[in-house]
């Protein structure tokens, strides 16, 4: 099997003693394996414990603007099948359209957390490769809320529209978790 375009995204919990072993381990600081990950820790304050929630309710605007992004603005595969044998062809990648300031706000951004923060000396440098790689997480999430945004438009373009909202949302996202 050939996996073109590949991209993958996992979500998951753990805990500190779970992963202290990795987690002290310097390589996996200057390699960027934690660089990699969005790691979310609680504030300070415990929250209230709670067994299973009772009702969980997802907000069914949240779950029709996904629907409409999945199965109604982005492409899908061709898939032909022919005795048992099944090709599929993905769909063209789509191009991603940056409103003129949002490229100056994105490279601010990153020259000021991937450098500037870095020469100042405010960081450990076990989280240099983090640092490093904040802002394209941070215009992922962008990304993200730019196509949701796009699949909400009766008449969209071809491609989704990254606005400066877009940008100062994933990048406010980003710090959660720099901040984290």
């Not at 779950?63 to 061709?78: E, G, I, T």
């Not at 490093?132 to 997480?137: E, N, P, S, V």
């Amino acid at each position: 099997q050939v996996v073109q375009y590949a991209y993958l995204s996992f979500l998951g919990a753990t805990t500190p003693s779970a992963v202290a072993e990795h987690i002290q381990r310097n390589a996996h600081w200057s390699n960027g394996l934690w660089a990699r990950f969005a790691m979310v820790t609680p504030q300070k304050d415990i929250p209230d414990w709670h067994f299973f929630p009772t009702d969980v309710k997802i907000p069914p605007g949240l779950s029709s603007q996904l629907n409409r992004l999945a199965f109604k603005a982005l492409p899908v595969p061709n898939v032909k099948e022919t005795a048992g044998d099944v090709q599929v062809e993905p769909p063209p990648a789509l191009q991603v359209i940056l409103d003129a300031d949002v490229y100056p706000a994105w490279e601010a951004y990153a020259k000021g957390i991937g450098y500037d923060m870095l020469l100042e000396g405010s960081v450990d440098r076990r989280l240099y490769p983090s640092y490093g790689r904040l802002y394209i997480a941070a215009m992922k999430v962008a990304i993200l809320l730019a196509s949701i945004d796009w699949a909400d438009q009766p008449e969209r373009g071809k491609s989704p529209r990254v606005h400066l909202s877009h940008w100062y949302q994933g990048q406010a996202i980003a710090e959660t978790w720099r901040e984290s």
